[in-house]
Nanobody, 122 residues
């Protein structure tokens, strides 16, 4: 059984930075971050391979966000810089536990955290 617990979300001004963390228990392969704004579908933000040497980003965050993982500490992080009001959403950590490939769609992930709120004020 895999458990994911996110932390780090808060209110920040536009142009600011936040670092989200996901504490992972259990065996996982690739990991991802998704976000969901009110009235919108959950969308892909970033994904990282098990080894941490491959990362994917949605175009709107590329160059501003960085996903990383520390398998020794069982954590996955999302460093978010130059935040914009449109980044406001609940951010979710997700894990693939039964397939080694990386994915960008929610249904490809097997486990989800409870989410952490990120609010960017203008």
């Amino acid at each position: 059984q895999v458990q994911l617990v996110e932390s780090g979300g808060e209110l920040v001004q536009a142009g600011g930075s936040l670092r989200l963390s996901c504490a992972v228990s259990g065996r996982t392969f690739s990991m991802g971050w998704f976000r969901q704004a009110p009235g919108k579908e959950r969308e892909f933000v970033a994904a990282i391979s098990w080894s941490g040497d491959i990362a994917y980003y949605t175009p709107s965050v590329k160059g501003r966000f960085t996903i990383s993982r520390d398998n020794a500490k069982n954590t996955v992080s999302l460093q978010m810089n130059s935040l914009k009001p449109e980044d406001t959403a609940v951010y979710y950590c997700a894990a693939r536990a039964f397939a080694v490939g990386m994915a960008t769609i929610p249904k490809s992930y097997d486990y989800w955290g409870q989410g952490t709120q990120v609010t960017v004020s203008s």
